[in-house]
Every structure is written in structure tokens, then in C-alpha cells.
């Protein structure tokens, strides 16, 4: 019997179904005083002098000048990137309605408010360049940059590729899709204070990325990273949001380090939404030359990221365009490919990596081409898929990549096989997106993407206490994903206890070795692979001590039900551990002491790439346009399920964040770069009504390069859904010949195509 | 009338004679009692998850100031365990993966206790409707809507049978 | 809009009214910037976003006096502090089932066990609920004030965009809704359920045989304030019962509408919207 593979209750839940979690926000101290940022009201200005407000309710107030943090800087090593500073608080500057200037300090939260409210700034307003057209026809928002690109990149160049599209059927798609938020239900937040004793800043922040919050604060204050800890608690969600390192993070840790006195910051919601970070606001522009038969040729695109104002640490600006380039012929098999991309700097908010990370824009490219092929050449576009798949594997790719085995064929294949019975008609469609998504990015992977900070490999400590419990550390950070439950489950197996003896332990840079966090799907599968090693390896040592004390060798003890087993003879786990630690003298000469062992993991290469099928049926509201969806179907494949309610919970989760940004969500803004979206009433994150049951099926493939076989899988619900979405709505307006290729997609988008429609037939 | 108010609130059973100022939401005065459970995920009365029970009426927290809630009896989160037990409710969020991160779980807890009080045999659609008074970014919210079901059949079938509420 | 970053209301003074005169007096005392704070559902979101600022609070939950559903003749009074919710699943008198049915449309079920119609009435956001169906039958609006009672018609009350006839020191008391509409519904469409509709619409229709004798039509979202719309009783006026006639009578009548433009819809998308939900309602109402 083994753990994984087994839907275990998670450890997490019976804390925070009892309201017994620890968010950050939820951890007191005497003397606390709390943040609050006094922000541009403008996205473009020259700033004078903050004022302070009078007032003996405000503790204290830091512009940039009294704060004296050191810029926040996240550099590409690549001659088309531009490198620019974030300063922690703007300084003479202003680039986005909502960047903070000051950080006012106040005995609670209310009057923290108060004061933010009272300062005053001189400004002096610039031209704001609210949109990537206007930014790429405007004056440089940074110096050092010659027009508004961070990155200008063109990774793919094929010099004949004019001519394939000479002879070739030419399909051509541009697509958009807005500004969105990654709106975890927390937003961000932290708590910092000086520990005189350790002679340490500590900082309790919701992250997906203790150590990477670690060295930013230490780097800004000019400390060693060891006078910095960093906790994360419960994490209230991410989603990417919280992978990168927020201004107002390092403001608050200085501001304890400057006044001695430990602050606490929480964001609300309006800060959430128009003053942190966002992503997904994209333009491409894609050509694809297919064959008669419906094989795809050639595939030439120009991708446009807008990015917002600066570049964010420590992925930087550039990882939605190279991650679009880079990723862009997905499951496919593309014989040439020319791809240009740029990320480009405007007047508003930055962007992080939120989940799925271009992978929704390529994949609706992607798909939105297979389907216009489809109808220009009279052939099902589920056969254009299917014609196009990598189906031999492993597969080098133009781009590069090295595709390791999938299920990419046989998914699509249940997929259309499941919704064959639908109908569809005026009004009612079908729409398909099929996939890949690379996930476990090693260190050889993002090294190709040559970032200063280059994530990748991960470390795992297991330890056995004398009572036989285990502790499992690791770098990866969970914010809802489980880790607890699964990586106990991964431990447990390894060492024959039940997952209650484990204990996971995450978020903490004193007590867990060095990590890369959680992000990019990669925790299962290289964080699971790294507790998998360690707890192997801790079973060798287990092993060796009871072949010693059951007089049998090594390759007779086996570990069961918290036993070593000889061959007729057993000894508890917790006595062995009892032993281990009371009695080291009865071990066998040369075991090192104690029952603690650590082990890293890495994978080389590409990655790994998960696959998977969405199948959607919509209905629209021939009126209202309003869309309905009656049915969605996932046929997806993360090779071996570590425990398949949380896999299904991440690809339901996932789903639904999809669907939200399919049909719902939009960060709107002014020409003048004022957010008129500042409130849950205008940002339509999807509630219970718009979300339908999400029917799931899996198939396993399991990974090659790890011996858990887990591949990650975080992030493909969201990946999938906008193109599957964006399909079946096309679907059901194919009888009006619009074509609708923008998401969020509107009601009232559908239902004008609809009325023209009506008009043109009466 | 000016601040602080010294008020009296009951909360889970317990009472606390408590100063607090005009402007605190019902929220932050739980929160600064330690019932930290009740979080607060948007401040403007659309996310839900500082939904909690004045008088066993379902209420955004923060759309209450602590100073309205004198006198009145307030549940949260914290009040529906049995000590270490979980509720029927909290037993079928776990058993139905009705959470992941846990940051909006209180707030559906709430909502659905008040809910299933009102209404203890609701269809799946009643459900779903009631389940879209909240946010959740996490799920999906169909393990929410399959927990606050299967607690409704389960509790229907143990009034059936005349057995008590496990 | 005018971007701000606040969520924490600005300092104000509580004031608890023990009854209905005590919360005048308070009212007086206080001056205009004291406000009545009723269910909450409105203001404190307001107040949270420091959008209002109110120097006081009167808080009225002790007025139990006014949580009532009283018939009064024909007619049927509401206490001002009878929340949504109640109206929702209360078993009203022949003729009033559409402010039940017409409740379960305002935004959750929290909200609603929360929110009162005094409240929203004193809102007067133009596409709650209330606030259509109050000009629709022709409400009688009770306010008491400094000077005594009196009773402002719905049609009067409403003056534009969060605006009412509402003096300083005055309180709503009371909305008497003075006859049964037993052929009435209210309809609306918003991009997520719950939310604010994007346009509201409410009918009632008098029938005689298969026709239409007169019809009343109200809606939310296509101006300023909740507001009749003449041009569409015209057109409903003689017309059959039938889809095709509350269909023709529906788009001629919205053809004038000038409706508001924003981020979640244009004019026209209103304007559409607006003749579709008037042939919905108007085919629940004659059904």
C-alpha cells in the first residue's frame, strides 16, 4: 500500500477550518504599529517634497530620502533588455496612479489612513502613457531607455520563412487580452520587526518566496542576508502575485529597522486591484501557413506585453514576452517559426507572473488558429489538432525545447470523444483547447532565460526526532496547495509511517534550507522529487542502523506500518529513533550521528510538460449575450497524481480563474492611466453562479526525470480555459461570421454580433 | 456620544465587555478580541469572507462597526468546532476539498450555517445561489457547493431517522 | 472615477436611537452631516471608501417600530427598517407577490438579511430594486422630520444620481405601496448575478381580455434615477398580450432612452438591454 496516489484529507484543513490558521495579519504584538502608503493620485508626474501631516495621531512618515533603501533591481544578462531600478519609495518620479511615495507609521490601521491621506506632494504632471500604443509613440519612462521597451527580443529568426508563407494558406489572428488581477482572497501583507537578540529583521510577509524576500530586503537595507529572516505563515493565496517581491514589503522591513518598532501592513482590496501587480495584458499578432492538408508550415508572431512602469524582482519585465516566444508553438509541431516579442513600459502598475504566465494568450493563439485553419480548409479542426500534435516524443521542437513524453493525442481524442454527443448549433458551441505546459523548470531551463537570479534546483531536510516523527523541510512554500499533505504522503512511503507521523515544515529562511519557493508549477515536481530524495536517504540510514541491531544486511530490512522488518525479527521505528539519539553507542561503527540528512534535486533540460484537453459547450443569451456553460470537460495528464482531490482542486481552482478572465475580468483604464477599476463591483471575479461544475478526467504519463513521476499542474486550468472559452463562443457565433478574439469576451461583444446577425438575415 | 464606547458583546458564548472606537468595523473589533478567524478580504461588503452571525443573522463584518454589535450575540468560525471536533459542516468542507488556501473558508462557514438554519433542505441551484455571496479564488467553489450539500442530505436523513445532529 | 486608496472609514460620532423620536431629536441636534444609519449595506461601503463622511451615525436597529408588513386598505405599508430578506419570505397580501419575487434579486442573501428598505429607498441608487418598483406603483414615501410628517410620491422623490427629496433631519419612516399589482414583475441583467443590474426594469400591467389596458413601467440604469417610461406604456397601451406586441411596444418605447455609458456597458448596450428585459417582464407579468 502507498500513500500516494491516495485523496488523503489534508493536514492543512483542520487548523483554518477552525479559524486556527496564522495568516499574517493575524499575528499580534505588543506595540505594533501599523502601515499605511500615501500614493500618486497620477500616473505621470515630477514629485517635489513630501509634506508631512500635523498631526501627533501619525508615529512617523519616510519618503524615499528618509527610508534610504537601495533600489530594487532585477536584470536580464541579455544585450536586448534595458535594466531599470524600482526605487522602494518614488523619488522625484511618479509612474503609475497608486505608486507609493511615503510610508506613514500610526498606532492603528484607521489612522495609519488618516495620515496617508493628509500628505502632500508637489507635482508637476508629465504625459501619461496609458497604453502600449501610446507608450511605444512616447517618451521614455525611465532613463536609459531609448523608447518604452524593457525587452525587445527576437529569439526566432528564419530568413526563408516569407517564402513558405508565399505558397501556403495564410491564417491570421490578432489577439488581446486585458489587464487582469491574480486576486488572492489575502492580499499582500507583512509584519516586520528587529530582534535584538539575534541582532535580526524579521519579516512575516505573505509569499510564495521566503528566500527571495529575504535577499531583496537585505540588498535594499545593505544588510547580510543572515541578519534578515523571513516567515511566511498561511498564505491566503498567490497565484503568482505574491512570487515576486513587493515595494511595500521592503518599505515596511525598513521602516521597523529604521524606528526599532515592529509594523505591520496589510494591503486592501483598492491597493490590490490598482496599486500592486498585474499581468496578462497582452497583444499578438500571429500569421500561420498550413498545407492544404491542414499542416502547419510556418507560424510568425509578433507579441506585445505591456508591463507597467518597472520591472519586478526577481523575474524582471521580461518573462511574459519570452515566456510567450518561448512557449508559443506548444503542443505543436512547427517547422519554422519567427517570433518577435517586446515588453513595454507603461504608465501603469507592473506585472508579476500570474498564473499561467502568457501560457493563456499563446494557448488561445494557438488554438484560435487550429480552429480558423480548420474552417478555412473544410477540414474538423480537432483532425487540424490531431494532424499537428507532437505525437513522438521525446521531440525537439524550433524553438528549441526538448518535449518529453506526453499525452497530447490520446487526450484530445477522449476529449472530443466525451463532448461528441453535444450539440451545436446558432447559439450553442463547442470549443476545445489542447496543450502543454511546461512545469519543473531546473535550473538549466531558466538559466536559457538568463536572469540574474536564476531559479531552478531545490533541498529538502528530513529528520527523525526520538520519537520517530519525521520533519520534512523544504524551500517550496504552499499557499493552498497542500504541500503538507502531499509531501507527507511522498515521505511517508519512503520511510513506512503513516503521513500524521510527517510533519511538513515551509516558510521559514532560519529553519528550511535554501529554496526557490513555490511558482511555476514546479513544488510537486521539484520540491517532491527533493523530499523524496531526503527521505530515501534517511531510509538508507534507518536501514543500516536496524541491519546492525536485527543482525540482517541492508537489503533485508524493509520499512513498513513504522517498523524496520528482518527477516523474522522487527524493531519500531520509534525505538530505532529512541536508540539512535540515547544509545549512539549501540549504532554500527561509521553512521553518522543523529537521524537528519539532506538532499537537493534538479532537473536539467527543458523541464517537464504536463498536457492536457479542455472541452467546453457555451449557450449564449441571444438577447444579452450573456454566456452560459453548461458543461466543461478536463482530460489532463500530470503524470503520477500524488493525490488526486488536490490535483482536481488546482484544476478546478484553475478553471474558474480562467473562465473569470475568458468572460469576466478587465483592469480598466483611462487614457490618462487612471484605474477605473478600484472595487470588487467593478472587477468581475467570478462568483459560484459562473462557474459550472468542472467534469475531470486524467490520464498518466508519468515524468521521466524524477522518481516521484509528478509532473506540475498548477497552473493549466487557467492556461486552457480562455482559449476553450474563446472557441466554443466563436463556435456558436459561426453563423453570424464574427469572430470575436479578444478576452475578457463581453456580453454586449456577443450580443451585437448577434444583432447584426439578425439585421443582415431580415 | 464619543469614542471610544465601552460595549458589551457576546461572541461564541463568551462575553466581552470591550471599549472600542465608532469607526472599527465588527471585523477588526473580532480581530482585535483574537477571533482572528473572521479575515477580511475586501472591506466593501463584496468578498464575504468576514461574514459572521449577529444574532444568527448572516452579516459582512465589515459592513457593521463593532459599536453596533453592543448587546447582541455574534458567532464565528471559531464557534462551530466542538472544541477539537469539527462541525458536521467543517467535516464535509475537508472531506469535499472545499478548501485550499482557507483565507475565505470562514466567511462560507458562516454563510453556510446561517444559510442551512434557514433553509436545512435546499436544492443544489438554492446552493449554488447562496455559495455566489462569496468569494473564493481557490476552488471553484464546487467542493463548497458539494459540502454545504451533502450536510444538508446528511442532516435531513438523520432528522428522518430521529438521530441528533452528529 | 476619481481614484482614492482608501478602505477604513473616517472618524464619525456613534449615536444609538433608543425610538423613532429619540432618532429625530438626534437627527436635529446633530446637523446635516449626521446620518441615519439603517441595515448599513450601502453607506458603510460608502464610508469604508471615505466617499461618505459622516460628522454622525444615528443608529437605528433598536427602532423595532419600524419593522413591520402592514395591510392598510388596498394597500400595503412597510416599516422603513424591514429588511430585504423579510420582504423576500414574508406571505404578502394578493396582489404583492412581485416585492417578494423583486427582493431576491438585490444582491446576496447576507446582504438582503442585512439591508433594509428604508435604506435603499433613502440610497437612491437608480437601479435598486426598490427604488424601480417604488416609482413603478406609484409608492407613497413617509418621511418624519423637524416639522412633522409628511408623504412624498415616488415619482417625486428620486431627484438624480444618489439624490432624494429627503430634507436634512428628515428619516423614512415608511413606504406605502398604495395598490396591488397583481400583474407585475421585475426583471434585470447584470454581468455577474447579484450585482447591481446594468438596467432594472419593472412592469405592471391591467389587462382585459387579451389586451393590454394600461400599462405602468418603471426603470433602473437608463437615467440618473430610477424613472417611468411613458413612451413604453403608450405602446403597451391596447397591445396584446402576446411576445410579438410586448416586443414592438418594447423597442419603439426605449427608442428615445438616452441612457448612462461606462466601463460594464454603452448607451446602446443599455438601450437594448432595456427593450429585452421590458418583453421579459412584461411576458412574467401578463403570464
Keep these: ?762 | 456620544m464619543h469614542d471610544p464606547h465601552l460595549i458589551t458583546i457576546t461572541v461564541n458564548g463568551t462575553e466581552h465587555e470591550v471599549l472600542t472606537e465608532s469607526r472599527h468595523t465588527l471585523a477588526d473589533l473580532l480581530r482585535e478580541l483574537g477571533y482572528t478567524g473572521t479575515h477580511l478580504g475586501c472591506e466593501h461588503g463584496i468578498c464575504g469572507a468576514c461574514t459572521v452571525l449577529v444574532d444568527g443573522v448572516p452579516a459582512r463584518g465589515c459592513l457593521v462597526f463593532g459599536v453596533q454589535a453592543d448587546g447582541r450575540e455574534v458567532r464565528t468560525v471559531e464557534g462551530l468546532a466542538d472544541g477539537g471536533e469539527l462541525s458536521d459542516l467543517q467535516r464535509a468542507f475537508a472531506e469535499h476539498h472545499g478548501l485550499q488556501c482557507g483565507f475565505c473558508t470562514p466567511g462560507f462557514l458562516m454563510l453556510a450555517e446561517a444559510f442551512l438554519a434557514e433553509n436545512p433542505a435546499p436544492t443544489r441551484a438554492e446552493i449554488r445561489e447562496v455559495v455566489a455571496s462569496n468569494l473564493c479564488r481557490c476552488t471553484g467553489y464546487q467542493g463548497i457547493v458539494d459540502a454545504i450539500e451533502d450536510v444538508a442530505g446528511k442532516r435531513a436523513g438523520a432528522a428522518d431517522t430521529g438521530t441528533s445532529r452528529p | 472615477m476619481v481614484y482614492h486608496i482608501l478602505v477604513k472609514p473616517a472618524s464619525y460620532e456613534y449615536h444609538r436611537a433608543h425610538d423613532l423620536e429619540h432618532a429625530l431629536e438626534l437627527l436635529g441636534e446633530l446637523g446635516e452631516d449626521a446620518k441615519p444609519l439603517a441595515g448599513g449595506q450601502s453607506l458603510v461601503p460608502m464610508m469604508n471608501f471615505r466617499l461618505a463622511r459622516p460628522s454622525a451615525l444615528i443608529d437605528l436597529a433598536r427602532l423595532d417600530e419600524l419593522r413591520y408588513l402592514r395591510p392598510v386598505g388596498d394597500g400595503l405599508r412597510i416599516g422603513a427598517l424591514t429588511t430585504h430578506r423579510t420582504v423576500e419570505t414574508a406571505t404578502l397580501p394578493g396582489g404583492f407577490g412581485v416585492l417578494s419575487r423583486a427582493a431576491r434579486w438585490i444582491g446576496h442573501y447576507p446582504i438582503r438579511s442585512r439591508g433594509t428598505i428604508g435604506g435603499s429607498l433613502a440610497h437612491g441608487d437608480a437601479t435598486a430594486e426598490w427604488c424601480v418598483l417604488a416609482v413603478l406603483l406609484d409608492a407613497r414615501i413617509v418621511l418624519r422630520g423637524p416639522r412633522g410628517q409628511r408623504t412624498v410620491p415616488a415619482a417625486e422623490f428620486f431627484h438624480g444620481f444618489l439624490s432624494t427629496a429627503a430634507e436634512p433631519g428628515e428619516l423614512i419612516t415608511e413606504v406605502v405601496f398604495p395598490s396591488p399589482a397583481p400583474r407585475a414583475a421585475l426583471t434585470e441583467f447584470a454581468q455577474r448575478q447579484g450585482d447591481f443590474g446594468l438596467v432594472v426594469v419593472a412592469v405592471a400591467l391591467e389587462t382585459e381580455g387579451g389586451h393590454c389596458r394600461a400599462a405602468r413601467v418603471a426603470a433602473g440604469g437608463v437615467g440618473s434615477a430610477a424613472q417611468r417610461l411613458p413612451a413604453v406604456e403608450q405602446a403597451l397601451a391596447g397591445a396584446e398580450l402576446t411576445e410579438r406586441a410586448f416586443a414592438e411596444a418594447a423597442r419603439a418605447g426605449v427608442a428615445e432612452l438616452e441612457p448612462p455609458e461606462d466601463i460594464h456597458a454603452s448607451a446602446g448596450y443599455r438601450r437594448t438591454l432595456t427593450a429585452t428585459l421590458l418583453r421579459r417582464a412584461c411576458l412574467e407579468a401578463g403570464a
Design chain 1, 1 to 762: 500500500m502507498t500513500w500516494v496516489g491516495k485523496a488523503l484529507a489534508r493536514k492543512e484543513d483542520h487548523r483554518l477550518l477552525r479559524g486556527r490558521g496564522r495568516f499574517t495579519a493575524d499575528v499580534r504584538r505588543t506595540g505594533l504599529l501599523h502601515a499605511a502608503f500615501a500614493r500618486s493620485p497620477v500616473a505621470a508626474a515630477r514629485i517635489g517634497a513630501v509634506r508631512a501631516p500635523d498631526t501627533r495621531a501619525v508615529h512617523a512618515v519616510f519618503d524615499a530620502e528618509s527610508l534610504g533603501c537601495a533600489d530594487v533591481l532585477a536584470t536580464l544578462h541579455r544585450p536586448e533588455f534595458v535594466s531599470t531600478p524600482m526605487p522602494v519609495l518614488a523619488r522625484d518620479r511618479v509612474r503609475y496612479a497608486g505608486e507609493p511615495f511615503a510610508i506613514v507609521l500610526a498606532e492603528d490601521a484607521y489612522t495609519a489612513e488618516d495620515g496617508a491621506e493628509l500628505i502632500a506632494v508637489a507635482q508637476e504632471p508629465l504625459e501619461a502613457l496609458a497604453s502600449m500604443c501610446a507608450a511605444l509613440a512616447g517618451e521614455p519612462i525611465h532613463e536609459g531607455l531609448t523608447a518604452n521597451t524593457f525587452l525587445d527580443v527576437f529569439p526566432f529568426e528564419d530568413p526563408d520563412i516569407d517564402r513558405v508563407f508565399a505558397d501556403a494558406y495564410t491564417v491570421e489572428l490578432e489577439f488581446r487580452s486585458a489587464r487582469v488581477a491574480a486576486l488572492p482572497m489575502e492580499g499582500r501583507a507583512c509584519l516586520a520587526e528587529w530582534d535584538e537578540r539575534d541582532e535580526q529583521l524579521v519579516v512575516t510577509v505573505s509569499t510564495q518566496v521566503p528566500h527571495q524576500v529575504r535577499t531583496a530586503i537585505a540588498e535594499s537595507l545593505w544588510l547580510p542576508e543572515r541578519q534578515v529572516r523571513v516567515l511566511a505563515p498561511d498564505v491566503g493565496g498567490g497565484f503568482g502575485l505574491k512570487c515576486v517581491v513587493g515595494r511595500e514589503e521592503i518599505a515596511v522591513a525598513a521602516a521597523a529597522y529604521r524606528t526599532g518598532r515592529a509594523i505591520a501592513w496589510s494591503e486592501d482590496r483598492v491597493e490590490n486591484l490598482t496599486a500592486s501587480f498585474h499581468g496578462h495584458e497582452q497583444r499578438h499578432l500571429v500569421r500561420a501557413a498550413f498545407d492544404e492538408q491542414g499542416r502547419l508550415l510556418a507560424l510568425d508572431a509578433d507579441i506585445r506585453c505591456d508591463v507597467g512602469a518597472y520591472s519586478v524582482f526577481p523575474f524582471t519585465s521580461g518573462v511574459e514576452p519570452l515566456m510567450a516566444a518561448t512557449e508559443l508553438p506548444g503542443a505543436y509541431r512547427v517547422p519554422r517559426y519567427r517570433a518577435r516579442a517586446r515588453g513595454i513600459a507603461t504608465n501603469k502598475p507592473p506585472t508579476a507572473p500570474y498564473r499561467g504566465v502568457s501560457r493563456p494568450q499563446i494557448v488561445a493563439v494557438m488554438e484560435g488558429l487550429m480552429t480558423e485553419a480548420g474552417r478555412v480548409l473544410g477540414i474538423d479542426p480537432v483532425e487540424v489538432r490531431r494532424r499537428n500534435l507532437i505525437t513522438e516524443f521525446p521531440y525537439t521542437g524550433v524553438n528549441g525545447i526538448t518535449y518529453d513524453p506526453g499525452s497530447y493525442t490520446e487526450s484530445l481524442d477522449r476529449c472530443a470523444e466525451l463532448l461528441a454527443g453535444e450539440e451545436r448549433g446558432p447559439l450553442r458551441g463547442i470549443g476545445f483547447a489542447c496543450f502543454n505546459e511546461r512545469t519543473g523548470y531546473g535550473t538549466e531551463a531558466f538559466a536559457a532565460r538568463k536572469m540574474e537570479f536564476t531559479p531552478g534546483y531545490e533541498i529538502a531536510n528530513a529528520r527523525m526526532d526520538p520519537s520517530g516523527t519525521v520533519t520534512v523541510i523544504t524551500g517550496t512554500s504552499a499557499h493552498g496547495q497542500g504541500h503538507e499533505t502531499t509531501l507527507a504522503q511522498v515521505t511517508a512511503d519512503r520511510l513506512g509511517l503513516h503521513p500524521d507521523q510527517v510533519r511538513v515544515r515551509q516558510g521559514d529562511t532560519e529553519a528550511t534550507p535554501y529554496g526557490w519557493g513555490t511558482f511555476g508549477s514546479r513544488s510537486a515536481m521539484i520540491g517532491g522529487s527533493a523530499v523524496r530524495s531526503a527521505a530515501d536517504r534517511l531510509a538508507d540510514r534507518i536501514r543500516r542502523i536496524a541491519a546492525h541491531l536485527l543482525e540482517v544486511t541492508e537489503e533485508e530490512i524493509e520499512l513498513s506500518d513504522g517498523k524496520a522488518l528482518g527477516r523474522d525479527n522487527s524493531i519500531t521505528l520509534a525505538d530505532l529513533a529512541r536508540l539512535s539519539h540515547f544509545q549512539a553507542h549501540r549504532l554500527p561503527k561509521g553512521v553518522e550521528f543523529g537521524l537528519e540528512v539532506q538532499a537537493g534535486f534538479d532537473v536539467s533540460g527543458s523541464g517537464t510538460f504536463s498536457n492536457a484537453t479542455h472541452g467546453v459547450v457555451v449557450e449564449l443569451d441571444p438577447e444579452t449575450g450573456a454566456v452560459r456553460i453548461p458543461r466543461y470537460v478536463v482530460v489532463e495528464d500530470c503524470g503520477t497524481v500524488l493525490n488526486p482531490s488536490i490535483v482536481d482542486g488546482q484544476v478546478r481552482g484553475g478553471v474558474a480563474q480562467g473562465i473569470g478572465a475568458a468572460l469576466y475580468e478587465r483592469l480598466h483604464y483611462e487614457e490618462s492611466g487612471q484605474p477605473e477599476v478600484a472595487s470588487l463591483m467593478d472587477y468581475l471575479a467570478p462568483t459560484a453562479q459562473e462557474i459550472p461544475d468542472i467534469e475531470i478526467h486524467h490520464l498518466e504519463t508519468p515524468c521521466l526525470f524524477n522518481e516521484t513521476g509528478a509532473k506540475g499542474m498548477g497552473e493549466g486550468g487557467t492556461i486552457g480555459a480562455p482559449a476553450a472559452v474563446l472557441n466554443a463562443v466563436n463556435d456558436a457565433l459561426s453563423h453570424t461570421g464574427v469572430r470575436i478574439s479578444e478576452i475578457p469576451i463581453r456580453a454586449e461583444t456577443i450580443q451585437r454580433a448577434l444583432e447584426g446577425a439578425c439585421t443582415i438575415r431580415t
